[in-house]
């Protein structure tokens, strides 16, 4: 029987040996044939010579998994912060500014690039390392482990820069400290003061806090002190950076408690030259302008009137063109109060005419009121009192002299004894002191032109000096 046995085991190996001798050689024939075309292929790119080095196999193709394992990712829960349950972890920051891109009053915001570098020590992704080399890696493998959740506190739009690839760092050292930066784009709120706009000075912070972590589990810090906050050379437009100064301090959330926070402050100082051009040098300019119409001929109305209604429509062009370019604020600004009050000063000078205008039109109808008009007098000489001409181009001397009035005995009389009277004159004889003036000025209102000549030129000049002594 174990005969028999033995007899058909032989039987079935004999039966089956040459079908895997054919099956070896058919794999045997398809992998020399590969080998072949591969060559070929190889030879036809390098121009025949092939290159011994790319049959290896590319040992990079591997290297994130290796990394994994080096880094024992998958052992530990990254979803917790390192040191959980201890004490605070301590997470330096270091800031380098690489531009500050814009300002704008209108928003009340800035826009800063900056480089955040963030440290701290994980003892989860120590690693054993010979030569005591850091690791470098990118955004792949930021996203599988623990980082600060670090934000900017009141800012209105950040992202991080994306191109070619996202800008973001990780460097793993042996011994667990971590090295984490990024470049972030951020604008952020500023909080500025325009009572001195535009010789103004404005401080303005960007604030960095941990977003879930308080100061119980984590701990907010400048890494080298002072030193940690870095410029490049940066130019702006419209202002002077005065100073880059960084600062820290705690902020109290009524439900989740204390936290760190850094801030990054500076100063800037705007630049007065844009502004004299677009806006003081053309006001001064109106201003000066107005005063024209005082060497005009009173009788010249068109020339006068047209030169200010010009001057007071630019002077409100101005105003709009500033206004239009700061924001609506509740409180008077420095560029308002010399707007404005240049815009009264070219104002006055319209008034000024129709004060001269109307005391000129008033003293000659009087002098034809008192006067009897000869019968040879043209009709076309009665126009010179509604200002087109000169008093020359009348010739008064034909008309009789006005007789004295019993009214006129009464005045004279009056006039007399006001100027006898006792001590108590005193008040009368102020009263028509004024009064005299007054009637003075309107019986030669070509004086009021003469003495706005000196006075609207003097009290400009005394109103900037005062204007620049306290605001520049």
């Known amino acids: 029987m174990r005969l028999a046995l033995l007899a058909l085991r032989l039987m079935v190996l004999a039966w089956l040996w040459p079908v895997t001798q054919l099956n070896s050689s058919t794999f045997a024939n398809k992998k020399r044939h590969k080998e072949v075309y591969v060559g070929e292929n190889t030879k036809a790119k390098h121009g025949g010579r092939v290159d011994l080095k790319m049959k290896k196999l590319d040992s990079t193709k591997s290297l994130l998994i290796k990394s ?3 880094l024992r990712i998958e052992d530990h829960d990254f979803a917790m912060r390192p040191g959980f349950g201890g004490s605070a972890l301590p997470v330096g920051i270091d800031v380098q500014v690489e531009s500050i891109d814009s300002i704008s009053e209108v928003n009340m915001d800035f826009t800063m690039t900056l480089y955040l570098r963030h440290y701290w020590q994980d003892d989860r992704l120590a690693f054993p390392s010979s030569s005591n080399k850091s690791r470098t890696f990118d955004a792949r493998l930021v996203k599988k482990i623990w980082v600060p959740d670090v934000f900017f506190v009141h800012s209105k ?106 801030y990054i ?39 006068r009137v047209s030169l200010g209604i010009t001057t007071v429509l630019t002077m409100s062009t101005i105003i709009t063109g500033v206004s239009a370019s700061m924001p609506q604020v509740s409180y008077v600004k420095a560029v308002d109060i010399y707007l404005w009050a240049s815009f009264l000063f070219v104002f006055l000078s319209v008034i000024e005419y129709a004060a001269v205008n109307y005391f000129t ?5 009087k002098k034809l009121k008192n006067a009897k008009i000869p019968s040879n007098f043209d009709t076309t000489q009665a126009m010179a009192f509604d200002g087109c001409f000169h008093d020359n181009d009348i010739d008064l001397a034909s008309f009789p002299e006005v007789s004295i ?22 008040r009368l004889r ?9 009637s003075f000025i309107r019986s030669n209102s070509y004086m009021i032109d003469s003495y706005s000549r000196v006075i609207f030129p003097m009290a400009y000049l005394l109103f900037n000096i005062i204007y620049w002594s306290l605001y520049a």
């Open 68 to 70: 994994e394992q080096l």
């Open 361 to 365: 039109t008033v003293e000659e109808m």
């Open 157 to 262: 739009r950040s992202f991080i820069h994306d191109t070619t690839m996202e800008n973001i760092m990780l460097r793993v050292f042996p011994d667990g400290n971590i090295l984490y930066s990024v470049r972030i784009t951020v604008t952020a709120l500023c909080s500025m003061d325009f009572s001195s706009f535009p010789l103004d000075t404005q401080n303005c912070s960007l604030e960095l806090e941990s977003y879930a972590y308080n100061e119980n589990d984590l701990m907010l810090y400048w890494k080298n002190g002072n030193d940690s906050l870095r410029t490049d050379e940066i130019v702006l437009s419209q202002f002077f950076i005065e100073d880059f100064q960084p600062s820290f301090g705690l902020a109290f959330y009524s439900s989740t408690g204390w936290y760190n926070r850094l």
């Open 265 to 303: 402050n500076f100063i800037l100082r705007r630049h007065i030259f844009f502004f004299m051009l677009q806006t003081y040098f053309p006001t001064m300019l109106m201003v000066m302008l107005s005063w024209v119409s005082f060497w005009i001929d009173r009788r010249a109305v068109p020339a």
């Open 430 to 438: 102020r009263r028509n002191t004024l009064k005299y003036n007054l």
């Open 405 to 426: 009035t019993p009214n006129t005995d009464r005045n004279t009389q009056s006039r007399n004894s006001t100027v006898s009277a006792p001590t108590e004159g005193t």
